[in-house]
Structures are given as structure tokens and as C-alpha cells.
């Protein structure tokens, strides 16, 4: 018999990963060769002592104060609020869910001017219907951020999903009609999400609050008589 | 309440507090995860604990993407392979490799080997030395106590790559260790 032929075949039977054939031929052949029997039985355990000192050389675990050093780091993080604006743009749901978040910050920092009882919007948008639905969910005496409340974030993350959007909002009292308006017009394409998106960008920034140039009325040109019909038509109006 | 999900803005909203929570789980065992991935690429404790901590903040950073427990394991087993590629790279150290140099003379009985220091130190050589693949399959099996489907996982690739990239890694490593066993014969 040859051994020449089956030391190529020794180290693939010593790692499992000769066929069934082979090995049984192998083993024929080793229980009347003590040299191929030898030499299987040595790169057997040296593979099982490669695998052993490999193990060695990954053992151990990071310091007891990994845990701690890795959250004084992460409280320097500055707040993610934006963050989840980027993700949406890359999944193609920019406008909707861009739109949302400019509604949130919008009313999240109007609550934090006035300091007054807000309650929570829960704004939810989804890509597959174009829906959106704002529900109003519990109140809270005291909001206590200013324009950081609004936490948005996809809940499936997983590629190939439908992509969720749950944004609680906090919505001054007495403000949630007009918070359902604008969520409304979002939702129906009347306001332009990308322009809002757009807004978001920039909401970091300290807003430009600019007065209104208002003109004061023209004087009346025709006459007192025009003047009173006018104020008739704007009576029957109201 | 727990210390993360306080340190974040706006803990007055679900959202952030349920992700916070989710993150401090995770911290269970991705650090050791990350420590060792990059201790197996470092072979430094205090090299791969500072790698382990950037791997271990990228994630924060990107854990609203990366929810899914299997695939954030695997994220982070991934990461921080990359990151300690990148420092042992910037740091210049790819050492001499000592095996070449050093003639190979057959020292002790395979039995005894493991536990000599010669062996470690030219395993260690021989895995600098496999392709970056078979380095990264079998650095990851160690870690998963060499199951092939948790390797498979982590690198999200099929389960047959990895038995393939293991016994070519195997094979290879015990050719290059070969010359340390003295030729005993089975008595
Ligand atoms: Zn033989």
C-alpha cells in the first residue's frame, strides 16, 4: 500500500473534512500503517491545539470601568434629534416624515416659550399608504425641554421592511386642532413636506422671527356710502 | 430609572427611553464581543479595550438602525474588526514576521505544546500571516466556540464559506506549527 497517497489525505480526515469514501479507505489503510496512524492522530491534535491557543489568544473581556467610560461618552453626545431626518431621506420618505418632524419642533419650542400644560401628540406616518393619524395620548403639566422633546425614530429598521414612524410630540394646550390641521395638510399633499424638510434642516439654528410689515389700510377713495356697504358686507360675513 | 436613558434629552417621550433601554442591554456582552474581536487582531489589551470603545459609540450612534439583536452583534463584530485593521495600520505595526526568521526546531511533545510560550508566540505569527478572510473566520469561530452558524451570523455570509474558510485557516496553521512537534511515534 502507498502511504505517499494518503498523507495528502491526513490532515483533511484530522480536520473532518474528507468524504465518507475517502475516510473509510483511510482508515483501512491506517489500521495496518502505524506511520499514517502516527501521523493522523499528531494533526489531529495539533488542529485541536491550534483551535485551543486561538481561544487563548481572544480570552478575556474589556476593564470593569469599560461600561462606565462608554456612557460618560456617550452623555457628551450631542442630542440625536435630527438624526433621524437623514435616515428617512435615504429610504425615500423625506417629505412625509421630514414634514412631521418641522410639525413637532415647530410646536415643541412654542411649548417651551410659553411654559405653560402641554399634552403629547403621537404622529404617525408610514411610506406604503401615505397616511398619517395624530392622536392625542396624555397631558403633561410641565414640558420640560425646549425643542429637544421630539424623539423620532424608525422602529423597523431592518432593510425590506415597511418603514414606521412614531413621533411623540408635544403639543401646547389647546393647540392639538391646529397640530391635526397641519398634520392633515401633510398627509393630503396641501403643504409642501419638501419645502418643511428643507425648514428642518435648519431648525438647530435660532429661528429669524422677522415683524410683519403691515401697510395700514388705504384711506377710502369712494365715499362714506362705499365704506358702509363695505362694513355691511364684512357685518353679514361674521 | 437606568443611567442612559436619563443622560439622553427628551426622556419625557417613549421613544428614547425604550432605545436606551434596548442599548443597555446590548451592553451585556457586545463589549466583550468588540474587546475580543480587536484583541484577536491587536493581540494588546489596552488597544483593543480603546477600539472596543469606538465600535461600542459608533453603535449608539447608528442603534436606531441597527435594532435587530443578530444583526447588531454582527455589526458590532464587524466594526470593530474594521477599526482594529485601521489602527494597527495607522500605528505601523505590522511586526517582522518572527516565524520566518526563527528556525523551527521541534521542542516538545504535542501533548506538552499548547502550553509552551514558543507556541503561542509562532501561532500567533501564523495567523498574521492567513489572508485577512480565513484571519477573520477563525478569530470569530474562537470566539463562538467554533460554531460554524454563529460565525456565519455574525458575517452574514453562508454557513458553508465559513466550514470552507475555517479548514483552509485550520490546515494552514497546523502545516506552519507542523515543524514544533517532534516526530513521537504512537507507542
Ligand atoms: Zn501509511
Given at each position: 500500500m502507498s502511504c505517499e497517497k494518503y498523507s495528502g489525505w491526513l490532515t483533511g480526515a484530522a480536520l473532518g473534512a474528507l468524504g465518507d469514501a475517502e475516510e473509510a479507505e483511510l482508515r483501512a489503510h491506517a489500521a495496518g500503517c502505524s506511520h499514517c496512524r502516527s501521523e493522523w492522530e499528531m494533526i489531529r491534535a495539533l488542529a485541536a491545539a491550534v483551535d485551543r491557543g486561538v481561544e487563548a489568544m481572544v480570552a478575556g473581556g474589556p476593564s470593569p470601568q469599560f461600561v462606565a467610560r462608554l456612557r460618560a461618552r456617550i452623555a457628551e453626545?450631542?442630542?440625536?434629534?435630527?438624526?433621524p431626518l437623514v435616515a428617512f431621506r435615504r429610504v425615500g420618505l423625506a417629505t412625509l416624515a421630514a414634514a412631521a418632524v418641522v410639525v413637532a419642533i415647530l410646536f415643541v419650542r412654542t411649548a417651551g416659550r410659553e411654559r405653560g400644560p402641554a399634552e403629547v401628540a403621537v404622529v404617525t406616518l408610514t411610506n406604503t399608504g401615505q397616511q398619517s393619524a395624530v392622536s392625542r395620548t396624555s397631558s403633561l403639566?410641565?414640558?420640560?425641554?425646549d425643542g429637544t422633546a421630539l424623539r423620532g425614530h424608525?422602529?423597523?429598521?431592518?432593510?425590506?421592511r415597511p418603514d414606521f414612524f412614531p413621533a411623540e410630540v408635544l403639543v401646547p394646550k389647546g393647540q392639538m386642532a391646529a397640530a391635526l390641521l397641519l398634520s392633515e395638510g401633510v398627509s393630503t399633499g396641501r403643504i409642501d413636506g419638501g419645502q418643511l424638510a428643507r425648514l428642518a434642516e435648519r431648525s438647530a439654528e435660532p429661528l429669524d422671527w422677522r415683524a410683519l410689515d403691515i401697510q395700514p389700510l388705504?384711506?377710502?377713495?369712494?365715499?362714506e356710502e362705499a365704506v358702509k356697504a363695505a362694513n355691511a358686507d364684512e357685518g353679514d360675513r361674521n | 430609572m437606568d443611567a442612559l436613558a436619563a443622560s439622553?434629552?427628551?426622556?419625557?417621550?417613549n421613544q428614547g427611553a425604550a432605545l436606551a433601554r434596548e442599548f443597555d442591554a446590548c451592553l451585556a456582552d457586545c463589549p466583550q464581543l468588540a474587546y475580543r474581536v480587536a484583541l484577536g487582531v491587536l493581540r494588546n489589551g489596552a488597544d483593543a479595550e480603546d477600539v472596543a470603545q469606538e465600535a461600542m459609540l459608533r453603535a449608539y450612534r447608528n442603534f436606531h438602525r441597527l435594532r435587530e439583536r443578530a444583526h447588531f452583534r454582527g455589526w458590532i463584530a464587524r466594526t470593530a474588526w474594521r477599526l482594529a485593521l485601521d489602527r494597527l495600520r495607522a500605528a505601523g505595526r505590522?511586526?517582522?514576521?518572527e516565524s520566518a526568521a526563527a528556525e523551527c526546531v521541534p521542542e516538545a511533545r504535542i501533548e506538552d505544546l499548547v502550553e509552551s510560550h514558543e507556541f503561542q508566540r509562532r501561532l500567533a505569527g501564523a495567523m498574521e500571516a492567513l489572508p485577512e478572510k480565513l484571519r477573520q473566520v477563525m478569530v470569530l469561530a474562537a470566539i463562538e466556540g467554533y460554531n460554524t452558524r454563529e460565525v456565519a451570523t455574525l458575517l452574514e455570509i453562508p454557513e458553508g464559506t465559513v466550514r470552507s474558510r475555517m479548514f483552509l485557516a485550520r490546515k494552514q496553521l497546523a502545516e506552519s506549527l507542523r515543524c514544533l512537534v517532534k516526530n513521537t511515534p504512537v507507542g
Open positions: 453626545e450631542p442630542a440625536r434629534s435630527a438624526r403639566e410641565h414640558p420640560s425641554v424608525r422602529a423597523a429598521g431592518a432593510r425590506g388705504a384711506a377710502p377713495s369712494a365715499g | 439622553l434629552p427628551g426622556t419625557a417621550v505590522r511586526e517582522k514576521r
